[in-house]
């Protein structure tokens, strides 16, 4: 059975971006393999230094994986800092990480153009996001396209590890779904926290109607034709509508007669049903934040049973051990 394992950041509320991108993804796959999921707080620390909002990204994130669907007893879940190995791991990766490799990175460059610090910590990510994977042994790393160069240094430096001391971490391979690769956000950009442009998962009904009728749309005339293929409420659309639905609205599309009005509402109470029963489940988990606590206990053990196994044939393979 393949090891298949991704992480999330809990640096703001979780949207639909990251829900058909990465987390439907990982729920689906607890079916068909060894899961390991987890929130990567230390990640977040790269560009959240705000403790109360850590805190609670932290448990909300949990909250919302679980809410949606997630098994801790089908899976291994937890929170990344409970694990202190992985910076262990990290410092030693980063010995063999060329400087080159990391210097190549878009997203430092991207992530530092938007106004986030630039610290050693965000210019070291993706050598903690390498520690992530490898710690696991993991063979499939199922991610949204923008993370598709942190897959890549992962591997990079699976590589030169394993060439430098020997046979020690599987490579990993990405799976990113090119259906779902990037879901637009309300002004057509890329959906993501750091835009201000997203859809949040877990809104309450006046908020998401809100944020639904601010979609941009362009100003064709309903009676007009339009191209569905360029339209961002027609690839949300898309997420949520019935096939005979979303084939009529296409055709309206073509031949005239798509008003984005309509469609926004529609939009809206289709996203308001589809997430209404895990709404009301993240809203009992976060009324007990220490039994989500102690679930999160239990996942960070499962996953230390793994990790202290790599890293001990780590430490022996390059010499740490006397
Ligand atoms: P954000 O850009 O909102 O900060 P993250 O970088 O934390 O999101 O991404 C978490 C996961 O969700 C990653 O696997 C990422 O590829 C995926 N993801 C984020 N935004 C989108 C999007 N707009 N479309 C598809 N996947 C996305
Ligand atoms: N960098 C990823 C993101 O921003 C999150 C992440 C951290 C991750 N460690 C990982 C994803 C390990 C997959 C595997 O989305």
Not at 174 to 199: F, R, V
């Amino acid at each position: 059975m393949k090891r298949v394992l991704s992480g999330i950041q809990p640096s703001g509320k979780l949207h639909i971006g990251n829900y058909f991108g990465m987390m439907k993804t990982m729920i689906e796959y607890m079916e068909q393999s060894d899961l390991y999921v987890f929130i990567v707080d230390l990640h977040a620390l790269t560009s959240v230094h705000d403790r109360n909002r850590l805190r609670t990204g932290t448990l909300e994130a949990a909250s919302d994986f679980l809410a949606l669907g997630l098994d801790p007893d089908r899976c291994t879940f937890w929170v990344q800092s409970d694990l202190p190995e992985v910076c262990e791991l990290t410092w030693i990766l980063s010995t063999v990480t060329p400087m080159g490799l990391l210097e190549r990175c878009h997203s430092y460059k991207d992530k530092t153009a938007k106004g986030i610090a630039p610290s050693h910590g965000l210019f070291a990510y993706p050598v903690l996001m390498a520690a992530d994977i490898l710690l696991f042994q993991a063979d499939l790393v199922p991610v949204g396209k923008d993370q598709k160069q942190h897959l890549e240094v992962a591997r990079d430096i699976a590589i030169k590890f394993n060439n430098t001391f020997g046979e020690t971490f599987v490579v990993p391979e990405p799976a990113i779904d090119e259906n779902t690769a990037i879901i637009p956000g309300i002004d057509g950009q890329k959906m993501s926290k750091s835009y201000g442009n997203t859809i949040p998962i877990f809104l309450d009904d006046k908020s998401l109607r809100k944020v639904v009728m601010s979609i941009k749309t362009d100003s064709t005339p309903v009676e007009e034709p339009k191209n569905p293929d360029t339209c961002n409420l027609y690839a949300l659309l898309k997420l949520f509508m019935e096939p005979h639905r979303l084939a009529e609205v296409r055709n309206l599309y073509i031949n005239g007669g798509a008003a984005y009005g309509h469609l926004k509402q529609e939009l809206f109470e289709l996203i308001r049903d589809y997430f209404a029963p895990a709404r009301d489940r993240k809203k009992e988990l976060l009324a007990n934040p220490d039994y989500l606590r102690d679930i999160l206990a239990g996942g960070a053990e499962k996953a230390r049973g793994k990790a202290i196994v790599t890293l001990d044939q780590v430490r022996d393979r390059v010499g740490l051990k006397y």
